[in-house]
């Protein structure tokens, strides 16, 4: 079996997003890996409609499990998905939910679902490839910015403290507001998924020289449920424009790291 995934963090070939939203899905067949991430705060469906169409058509074959994350670029996808199962285009597509919106969209399109035993991280590791889908807003080719970590609500300060220790005068921790700017505590209302868990904006005031050190880091840390890092998984970005779809490939870039 082989396994895919679709998830929306920040990539190993040299990109950062920073979206307002994170959109996840995962891809995995029974005979290799792949997996597909989404994240869009975009405000023109159609070209994020593209985007997701494009993904599901180049990087899904029948005999699939397909991961689902959260967000509205997964949504497009999923709904595409389903389309292209009752089509008869795809067959044996088998979907895993990682949170309940995901599983929601997915049954109300006649996908088949499965529970995966494990966290996004888990599927991501699994997978062989992964596939991002990004706006061009969201795109960088440099590594300034900040990483989203999502973390548990319960003692967010203590993590908080954590992680800006981790990374004293390099970096700043914000917690992430639901509406509005709120300041570094994300005012009375913070962001709160629909797992309950709130988001840090880790923002890098110096340039990060090891990206694969700062997830180490961040994994470390208790009550950190995930980050926006991916490292060390050949990638490649399907970045959403209204002048149409650029594809960016991480595997010269890997290859040329391990010679």
């Known amino acids: 079996m082989a396994s895919s995934s679709v998830l929306p963090f920040s990539s190993s070939f040299r990109s950062w997003f920073h979206p307002c939203l994170a959109s996840k899905i995962t891809f995995t067949r029974r005979t290799n890996s792949l997996s597909i991430v989404t994240r869009s705060s975009l405000s023109d469906n159609s070209a994020l409609l593209q985007a997701a169409k494009h993904t599901v058509d180049s990087y899904v074959k029948s005999g699939m ?3 689902f994350g959260a ?3 997964s949504d497009l996808a999923i709904h595409y998905l389903g ?7 795809l067959k044996d597509i088998v979907g895993t939910p990682t949170c309940v919106g995901s599983a929601s969209v997915a049954a109300k399109v006649g996908i088949p679902l499965e529970q995966y035993e494990g966290s996004s991280k888990t599927i991501l590791g699994a997978a062989e490839k992964l596939v991002f889908i990004v ?3 969201q795109y960088r080719s440099d590594l300034d910015g900040s990483i989203p970590v999502l973390i548990q609500s319960f003692n967010w300060m203590e993590t908080a ?3 800006d220790d981790l990374f004293l005068g390099d970096a700043e921790v914000w917690r992430r507001p639901s509406v509005g700017y709120a300041g570094p505590l994300g005012g009375d209302f913070p962001m709160v998924t629909k797992e ?3 988001v840090l904006d880790v923002i890098f005031t110096s340039p990060i020289i090891i990206l694969a050190d700062v997830a180490n880091c961040l994994e470390q840390v208790d009550g950190v449920v995930e980050h926006g890092i991916i490292c ?3 990638c490649t970005a399907v970045i959403a424009s209204e002048n149409g779809l650029r594809i960016i490939d991480n595997n010269l870039i890997l290859e040329a790291g391990r010679a």
């Open 65 to 67: 499990v397909v991961g």
């Open 71 to 73: 967000g509205h670029a």
């Open 83 to 89: 389309q292209q199962l009752k089509a008869g285009a």
């Open 135 to 137: 706006t061009e807003k």
């Open 161 to 163: 403290e954590e992680i």
């Open 196 to 198: 309950g868990h709130n």
């Open 232 to 234: 060390r998984i050949p």
